[in-house]
Structures are given as C-alpha cells and as structure tokens.
Antibody
Framework: EVQLVESGGGLVQPGRSLKLSCAAS????????MAWVRQAPKKGLEWVAT????????YYRDSVKGRFTISRDNAKSTLYLQMDSLRSEDTATYYC????????????WGQGVMVTVSS | DIQMTQSPASLSASLGETVTIECRAS??????LAWYQQKPGKSPQLLIY???SLHTGVPSRFSGSGSGTQYSLKINSLQSEDVASYFC?????????FGSGTKLEIK
C-alpha cells in the first residue's frame, strides 16, 4: 500500500525557517517524480515545487523561488522541503504528492502537515 | 503562466442527478488536465488524468472530456458520497496550476 507521511510542520515566526519531511513507503520511491502542494485555510490547492525521480531537476512556483528548496534522499525514501524566509502567506497545509509516471497528475497524496507563520 | 477558470464555484443537486463542472484554460493545454475530489478534512484524490482517463478505482459514473482550452468533469447518478470539493489541474511547461474549486452539495 502506497503511503506518504509528512512531518515537521508547526508554528514559526515570519522570516524563520522550517523543514518538512515526507516518508514514502509501499512503492519504489526512486522511480517517481514527487511534489509539494499546499492549501491555505479554506482556500484552493497551490502547487509549490516538483523534483525529478533522481533529484537532478527541480521546479518551483515563482512566489517561493529562492526561499524554498525541494530535495530527496532515495536511500531513505524521503522527500524534503526546506522553507526559509517564511512569510504569513506561506501559512497552509502542505501535502507531499506522487506524480504519475509519464502523466502530469498527482496519484497519491499524504495526509498533510500544517505550517503556520505568525508572530 | 496559464490560468485556469473553474465554474461554478458551488453547485447543489439532487441524488441521482447528473452534474457537470467546467474548467477553461487561458491557452491550449493539449489535454494536460486532471480532476481531483477533496472531501472535508481529507487529502485530494485523483479522479481523471489526461483529460479523459479514469484513475484506478474511481467509479465509472465519473468522466472527463474536452480539448484545447475547454474541459469538463461529469458525475452521473449523483451519490451522497460525492459531496466534496472538486478541482481541475493543468500541467504545461513544468508548471502546475489548479482551478479555484467547485463545492458540490446535495439538495
């Protein structure tokens, strides 16, 4: 059974950093591109970043470029999101998601982890 | 970046009815369109990918269609468990964009 379990969320002050983790199991992690998608309270979904199966390519939405870094450790089957210079508008539930092979859609999602940026 | 316009924002229908949700892209996305269902307090679940391909395990009452800039999700024979928010998502040039969502309720 495919499982994605996020951790590392919490309350953080503006300008500080936080690192999210996503532990994957039930599939060959190194075969899949992975992503982070977020959802502000009572709002819609917003793609944050994507990383290729081998970590060689990364892509970000404009509003997080230069502040967030997506990475992965295929030996540990774990996805990461390093978030620096956090802003109040980054407050959201962050989901780890797996991308279908050769298809641009997210077929499995974690349960999500809440990040609150507030003083 | 490509913008997605989703309509309606909310929808109320009776059990057994057929409902349609639409998404319009600001430019041609060449069928790079997916649909998701999100129940309250839960993670999104993939319904449709490549505009019209039903994801594994999704009931056949869900279907997707469209091309170019116009796409739609149809739910036949509405069931009580279909109460949820529905989002479209496009992919083009390494960027993903979601529609604003449609909240579906039972009348």
């Amino acid at each position: 059974e495919v499982q994605l379990v996020e951790s590392g969320g919490g309350l953080v002050q503006p300008g500080r950093s936080l690192k999210l983790s996503c532990a994957a199991s039930g599939f060959t992690f190194s075969d899949y591109n992975m992503a982070w998608v977020r959802q502000a309270p009572k709002k819609g979904l917003e793609w944050v970043a994507t990383i290729s199966y081998d970590g060689s390519s990364t892509y970000y939405r404009d509003s997080v470029k230069g502040r967030f870094t997506i990475s992965r450790d295929n030996a540990k089957s774990t996805l990461y999101l390093q978030m620096d210079s956090l802003r109040s508008e980054d407050t959201a539930t962050y989901y780890c998601a797996r991308l279908l092979i050769l298809r641009p859609a997210f077929d499995y999602w974690g349960q999500g982890v809440m990040v609150t940026v507030s003083s | 970046d490509i913008q997605m316009t989703q309509s309606p924002a909310s929808l109320s229908a009776s059990l057994g009815e057929t409902v349609t949700i639409e998404c319009r892209a600001s430019e041609d996305i060449y069928n790079g369109l997916a649909w998701y269902q999100q129940k309250p307090g839960k993670s999104p679940q993939l319904l449709i990918y490549n505009a019209n391909s039903l994801h594994t395990g999704v009931p056949s009452r869900f279907s997707g269609s469209g091309s170019g800039t116009q796409y739609s999700l149809k739910i036949n024979s509405l069931q009580s468990e279909d109460v949820a928010s529905y989002f479209c998502q496009q992919y083009y040039d390494y960027i993903f964009t979601f529609g604003s969502g449609t909240k579906l309720e039972i009348k």
